[in-house]
């Protein structure tokens, strides 16, 4: 079952149309909403935004799984189109390449390099967010993990970036091992000995930035450059497109493991 949920799950953050993914986020967008009209520290709101629809998902599994099995894969897969949906990446690349069109560039190779950077770094931060990391926690501990952690991301997305913000800080903590497997399937899925290189002293280390270490590890694997012979716009749209291809390939390594480890357990 774990395995049809993850192809489910890189099914519909990939091919869900765009209008079902704003249908799918109603439900937690209005539950957030109003989890913030609460009376309560912010602790309190954090833990019943996030743990209480935790709580009522293990306890539907629960009673479905004394029905019937098939009644839990269905809910199970509910969950799992609804949180992978929820995605903002085919959006904010369509709004970029359009943006990128409109632009007047001046011929200023540093402000390109600038702009290209910018993007890897915000696009790879989505990935991670949006696709790796709730990938990983339904993989290690089923989809209740899963929506803990859709709930969590979607509670600090309106949150200033402040280190002392409760939904921000969890958020990081929770980031903490995908960000490192997602680094190390980028050294598996391109140079592995320049990855390595790069990425080896900070895996262990607490106080390295998730968001840093995924865009360092790319950036080695596979670097992404402007060819000077297209148009800025079309030189950017093509560097992220291989930047896109790393990731793919990345995601590939997860989900091959995966399948190695559904078709023997004791792996």
Same mark, same amino acid.
């Given at each position: ?50 743990? /209480?629809?935790?709580? !009522?998902?293990?306890?539907? =599994? +629960?009673?479905?799984?004394? $029905? @019937?099995?098939? #009644? ?100 990081? /903590?929770?980031?903490? !091992?995908?960000?490192?497997? =997602? +680094?190390?399937?980028?050294? $598996? @899925?391109?140079? #592995? ?75």
């Amino acid at each position: 079952m774990t395995l049809l949920l993850a192809l489910m799950a890189v099914a519909a953050y990939h091919a869900m149309p765009e209008h079902w993914r704003h249908t799918l986020a109603c439900p937690a967008t209005r539950w957030l909403a109003w989890s913030t009209t609460l009376t309560l520290s912010d602790a309190l709101r954090l833990a019943i935004a996030v743990l /209480l629809p935790m709580v !009522l998902l293990v306890v539907g =599994l +629960a009673l479905l799984d004394e $029905l @019937a099995s098939v #009644f839990m894969f269905l809910l199970c897969a509910v969950v799992v189109v609804a949180v992978f949906a929820d995605s903002a990446v085919a959006r904010v690349a369509t709004d970029q390449r359009a943006e990128w069109t409109e632009a007047e560039w001046p011929s200023d190779d540093e402000l390109l390099e600038n702009a290209l950077s910018l993007s890897r770094q915000q696009h790879l931060r989505r990935q991670l967010n949006e696709l790796f990391a709730p990938l990983f926690w339904l993989l290690l501990a089923t989809p209740v993990a899963a929506l803990g952690y859709y709930l969590l991301r979607r509670s600090a997305l309106g949150t200033s970036d402040d280190d002392n913000n409760l939904a921000l800080n969890c958020l990081r /903590l929770a980031d903490w !091992l995908p960000a490192r497997l =997602l +680094a190390m399937s980028f050294a $598996l @899925a391109g140079n #592995f000995t320049a990855t390595w290189g790069v990425i080896s002293s900070q895996l262990l280390r607490a106080e390295s930035v998730a968001y840093e270490l995924i865009d360092h590890a790319a950036n080695a694997a596979e670097p992404i450059a402007i060819d000077p012979s297209l148009t800025p716009a079309v030189g950017l749209a093509t560097a992220m497109h291989q930047l896109n291809s790393l990731l793919q390939r990345a995601l590939v390594v997860w989900m091959v493991f995966v399948a190695l480890k559904t078709l023997w357990p004791g792996m």
